[in-house]
């Protein structure tokens, strides 16, 4: 149980375009996703919180109109990456959790914006 | 604010011997603690977790970490180390009730020579 799967596992976009990355939670509902993003050879940065029918919270420094995420359902988050350019590459893994469990992990979207 | 702290970046260990991954936070309010491995190009696996409780906790493939509060450590512990443990190993603390909301220290990239 606890399955986090993210869509796609890789993809690659051109510079100025808008890419979308799906978070699911296969087995249960998740309450509460949150969005990472790891540059190469380092830590996991979490950019935002998002409860399901409410609005993301980002964490400070993280740019809202670039990274738009949407918690429809208790089932799936996507993150939005407008406009994208070169320096937004990165590996972006989402987490999901139901109340009062840790979060469960998906196994990561590498994004590469040429 | 919170933080975590792994001093050591890259730890060579033969196969077969011992292992601990050094982990200090920082938080205010008793943490919740975690120990992830990623394999590259992937997602995180949970290793074990600290919540409450036995200050000792066992996790999976054989690890183990120890809480101390007075040290503010969480280091992570393996008797005899495997080739297949090569892996970057995160520690992470878990803010407060949100449970999910994770901040990672920068990572212990473990090579096992044969």
């Known amino acids: 149980g606890a399955v986090v799967s993210q869509h796609p596992s890789w993809v690659i976009c051109k510079s100025g375009t808008s890419v979308k990355i799906e978070c699911r939670s296969l087995d249960f509902q998740a309450t509460t996703m949150f969005w990472y993003r790891q540059f190469p050879k380092q830590s996991l940065m979490l950019m935002a919180t998002s409860n399901e029918g409410s609005k993301a919270t980002y964490e400070q420094g993280v740019e809202k109109d670039k990274f738009l995420i949407n918690h429809a359902s208790l089932t799936l988050s996507t993150l939005t990456v407008t406009s994208a350019h070169p320096e937004d590459s990165s590996f972006y893994i989402c987490?999901?959790?139901?109340?009062?469990?840790?979060?469960?992990f998906g196994q990561g979207t590498r994004l590469t914006v040429v | 604010a919170q933080s975590v702290t792994q001093p050591d970046i890259h730890i060579t260990v033969s196969e077969g011997a011992s292992l601990e991954l050094r982990c200090n936070y920082s938080?205010?309010?008793?943490?919740?603690l975690f120990w992830y491995v990623q394999s590259p190009g992937q997602g995180l696996q949970l290793l074990l977790k600290y919540f409450s409780g036995d200050t000792l906790v066992q996790g999976i493939k054989g690890f183990e970490a120890e809480f101390k509060r007075s040290q503010s450590s969480f280091n992570l512990r393996k008797p005899s180390v495997h080739w297949s443990d090569a892996a970057e190993y995160f520690c992470?603390?878990?803010?407060?009730?949100?449970?999910?909301?994770?901040?990672f220290g920068r990572g212990t990239q473990l090579t096992v020579w044969p």
């Open positions: 938080y205010g309010a008793t943490p919740y």
């Open positions: 987490s999901a959790r139901q109340v009062n469990t840790e979060a469960f």
């Open positions: 992470a603390v878990g803010a407060g009730s949100t449970l999910g909301r994770l901040y």
